[in-house]
């Protein structure tokens, strides 16, 4: 009916799989070809800095399953896209054919090593895939004194598993931890939690960088922490580079509409897209809920149909688990301002808090429960619930 | 096709958080109760539920969900 008879799916993944298994479940029954690079079956991510890491979750629980009815090509790499011919370059010189393309090639993790090509970036230690994690669960049992470069959410993940594992563990940050994502409220509560399992969390406003050896400095060349392991967590970086040259608009990562849309037959979905925020500048959103979400979103634009939510028309979920905290979060981040506490108390860490939305605009607040059991669902219906007080202008 | 045997839904209860994003997945497959707690509601799935119960599988942050059954490979 749309006339697409050949669909690439480029990152097998969870906005790539998601994808495919959305196609199919919006009846397409033509060809479905997905391309990742890593040499595994696709995996789930979340897990690698939480249960793998702390060695109670086995790393082959992580699998996920092959879309069905899916041609999965693991350990193929595209290199190139030529929009003209309608068909992906892949690393061997193959071209593949496309009449409807999913751009899902996510993102990698940022290193804060300069020199590229001297090996002092290759050395430095990241968490983004399967092999990362078991790779770093090995070197965490080696060592003693850890230090992690980045407060955001990974970061502090990491540093909380470490101590668990028993090790000594410094987080440095530029920014104060999570203050930007969480807000006071939440940051602080997260920053006690901290200090009390004994993690040293600080902020080196100039930066820190890594040297030759490994180390981590402050830009102008203090040591910051004595480690014998170095943990970068210092954000994302969307994978983009095979589609330089393909004229795909770029800015943050692959430029989206609200239905996913990039160019005629082709939509992009998860932590390679950027999106246009409510005020018009482009923002990426690299959580799981997102990649979930624009992978249903970005299939149904695929094949012409409507899709059933736009980006950016729900509030989106996010979760987080770190020193005894497991928090859940639905809708806008940061939250502004004081919460109503629906249930439990912000003194016991255990509570389900409620954020109207910021903005005059705003349709929706923030809904965040702290070591309280709610499903993705309630939160949801709650931050819906909760928007911008009404204002008479 | 092959329809050697049945492919049926799990749940790992001891893993389950109560997300619910598997029941977002697959509205017609699974469903949280009052609890949270995730109830399967087709026993045995066809091929016509296949790619819905891939998705719900594939949606949970905590891999608690599975298939079993003869393709699950
Ligand atoms: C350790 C860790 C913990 C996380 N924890 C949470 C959490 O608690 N909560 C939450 O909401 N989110 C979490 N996330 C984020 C979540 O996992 C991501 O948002 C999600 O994985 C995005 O899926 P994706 O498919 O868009 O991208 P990715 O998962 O990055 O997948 C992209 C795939 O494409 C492949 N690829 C890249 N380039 C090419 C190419 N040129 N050719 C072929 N293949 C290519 C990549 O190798 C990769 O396999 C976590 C992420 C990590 C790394």
């Known amino acids: 009916m749309t006339g697409l008879e050949r669909i690439v799916v480029v990152g097998a993944s969870q906005a790539g799989c998601g994808a495919a298994s959305a196609l199919r479940g919006l009846g397409f029954d033509g060809e479905i070809t997905v391309i990742g690079d890593e040499p595994h079956r696709p995996y789930t991510r979340p897990p690698l800095s939480k249960g793998v890491l702390t060695g109670v979750e086995p790393e082959h629980s992580v699998f996920l399953p092959a879309p069905d009815d899916v041609r999965l090509r693991t350990g193929v790499t595209a290199v190139g896209l030529d929009r003209e011919k309608s068909a ?5 010189g193959e071209h593949l054919p496309y009449d409807g393309l999913v751009i899902a090639t996510g993102a990698r993790a940022r290193r804060l090593g300069t020199a590229v090509g001297t090996g002092v970036g290759n050395g430095e230690t990241t968490l983004r895939g399967l092999d990362d994690a078991v790779g770093l669960r090995g070197r965490l049992a080696d060592s003693r004194d850890v230090a992690v470069a980045g407060a955001g959410f990974l970061g502090l993940e990491i540093a909380s598993a470490a101590v668990g594992l028993g090790k000594a563990v410094t987080v440095v940050d ?46 102008d060349g203090a040591l910051l922490a004595e480690a014998d392991l170095v943990v970068t967590a210092a954000g994302d970086v969307p994978n983009t580079e095979w589609l330089h040259g393909s004229g795909i608009r770029l800015d943050g990562g692959v430029v989206i509409d609200n239905a996913c849309r990039v160019a005629p037959n082709i939509v992009a979905a998860g932590d390679v897209v950027s999106a246009p925020g409510r005020d018009g500048r482009m923002t990426r959103s690299p959580h ?106 | 096709m092959e329809h050697a045997g049945i492919e049926r839904l799990l749940v790992d209860r001891n893993r389950c958080e109560g997300y619910g994003m598997c029941q977002q997945a697959a509205p017609d497959l699974i469903h949280l109760d009052d609890e949270d707690e ?18 719900a599988v594939r949606a949970c942050p905590v891999a608690a969900l599975t298939l079993s059954g003869p393709t699950a490979h």
């Open chain 1, 88 to 92: 992906v370059e892949l690393a061997d």
């Open chain 1, 174 to 219: 530029q920014f104060p931890a999570l203050l930007g994502r969480l807000g006071p409220l939440l940051a602080d509560l997260v920053l006690a939690a901290a200090a009390e399992h004994g993690v040293r969390v600080s902020v080196a406003p100039a930066g820190v960088r890594i040297d030759r050896s490994g180390r981590l400095l402050t830009t």
């Open chain 1, 288 to 393: 799981w809920w997102s990649a979930l979400s624009q992978a249903k979103i970005a299939a149904a634009t695929l094949l012409g149909r409507e899709p059933a939510d736009l980006v950016g028309g729900r509030p989106p979920f996010f979760w987080t688990e770190m020193f005894g905290l497991k928090i859940r979060m639905a809708g806008r981040l940061p939250p502004v301002g004081e919460p109503t506490v629906l249930d439990g108390s912000i003194a016991q860490r255990r509570a389900l808090l409620l954020w109207p939305g910021a903005g005059p605009g705003d349709a929706f607040g923030t809904a965040v429960s702290v070591n309280l059991p709610i499903s993705a669902p309630k939160l949801t219906r709650l931050a819906q619930r909760s928007p911008a007080h009404q204002r008479t202008l």
């Open chain 2, 38 to 55: 995730p109830v399967i509601d087709v026993a045995e799935l066809s091929a016509a539920h296949k790619p819905l119960a891939n998705a």
